[in-house]
């Protein structure tokens, strides 16, 4: 079992940047693949961003390549996403996942609670 909570979210201007943790506890955290994903009010939830277990691979949504990064710290048990340029349209409950696969679909095991990103203009 693996334990995910969230933390960084809050309430931003267009073009603020935010850094969202995502602390994992539990079984081995090491060999899990971790995604983002976000879910906006009256839409379903969609891919953000995910990073393999070794840290070398990711994927992006286009929708956020080239302004938020995905990162992983092995020592900590800990993933980021560093999120620059913020658009109002990145206003969405921000869910941290765990699983065996590496995948930008929603196919992860474990899930957080999820932290709220408002961004304003």
């Known amino acids: 079992q693996v334990q995910l909570v969230e933390s960084g979210g809050g309430l931003l201007q267009a073009g603020d940047s935010l850094r969202l943790s995502c602390a994992a506890s539990?079984?081995?955290?090491?060999?899990?693949?971790m995604g983002w994903f976000r879910q906006a009010p009256g839409k379903e939830r969609e891919f953000v961003a995910s990073?393999?277990?070794?840290?070398?691979?990711?994927y992006y949504a286009d929708s956020v390549n080239g302004r938020f990064t995905i990162s992983r710290d092995i020592d900590k048990n800990t993933v980021y996403l560093q999120m620059n340029s913020l658009k109002l349209e990145d206003t969405a409950v921000y869910y941290c996942?765990?699983?065996?696969?590496?995948?930008?679909?929603?196919?992860?095991?474990?899930w957080g609670q999820g932290t709220q990103v408002t961004v304003s203009s």
């Open positions: 539990g079984r081995t955290f090491i060999r899990y693949n």
């Open positions: 990073i393999s277990w070794t840290g070398l691979n990711t």
């Open positions: 996942a765990a699983g065996p696969l590496h995948t930008p679909t929603p196919n992860y095991d474990y």
